[in-house]
């Protein structure tokens, strides 16, 4: 009984959560809000279509996108790019987009050779997508092999800005997982003060720019 009340409350969790990334997607898609940020549990992109993976169970950020592509087609969203950034790669949204050239899928993750979670050759630069959809899944791969990095921050720079340009702003952040709670917390105050910060960081970038300080 006491398993049975358990599943039955995880459920409830899990409904909960894929109808607040529905609801976020829709108000930012339809104008009503400029962005939103939402805290979830439990995780959703592990599951796969047959069973549940890595503490996941329903893939919220891929429901909603799909539900904003096929049942909100009046709010004219045709194209959307999904970032997944985490240790582990999202092997249920790379599959439920694999064909579909309306997604850009892109996730950065480690990958060991295929021998890190979900430890399966998936995760690799060259699943690219397959039919309508090749060349919008993008796998940038993280091994513990590398031995120097250098990080073009200037290039950074202008991704981030570019990427907010072509959105208009329009950002639904998912913060759905997570096992060190004083990186998170850091990390999300980051996050929440780039999207509060868009205008003026534009508006910074463009001085930069006039100054020749972005390559």
């Excluded at 599951?47 to 993976?53: F, I, K, T």
């Amino acid at each position: 009984m006491a398993e049975t009340k358990s599943l039955q409350e995880i459920s409830k969790a899990t409904l909960s959560t894929t109808s607040q990334c529905f609801e976020a997607i829709e108000k930012v898609a339809s104008g009503k809000l400029n962005s939103v940020v939402a805290i979830v549990r439990p995780p959703g992109h592990h599951v796969e279509q047959n069973e549940a993976m890595g503490f996941c169970l329903f893939n919220n950020v891929a429901a909603a996108t799909s539900f904003l592509l096929n049942e909100k087609v009046e709010l004219g969203v045709k194209k959307i790019l999904i970032v997944d950034w985490d240790v582990h790669y999202g092997n249920s949204t790379q599959k439920m987009f694999w064909k579909d050239s309306r997604v850009l899928f892109f996730s950065i993750h480690r990958h060991e050779f295929g021998s890190f979670y979900p430890a399966n050759h998936d995760g690799t630069y060259s699943m690219i997508g397959e039919g309508p959809g090749f060349a919008y899944n993008i796998n940038v791969v993280m091994q513990t092999t590398l031995q120097f990095i250098i990080s073009h921050y200037s290039f950074e720079i202008c991704l981030i800005f570019t990427l907010m340009n072509y959105a208009q702003g329009r950002i639904v952040l998912v913060l759905e997982g997570g096992y060190n709670l004083d990186s998170i917390a850091k990390s999300m105050v980051a996050c929440v003060k780039v999207i509060k910060d868009t205008f003026s960081a534009k508006w910074t970038y463009n001085v930069f720019r006039s100054r020749g300080n972005v390559g």
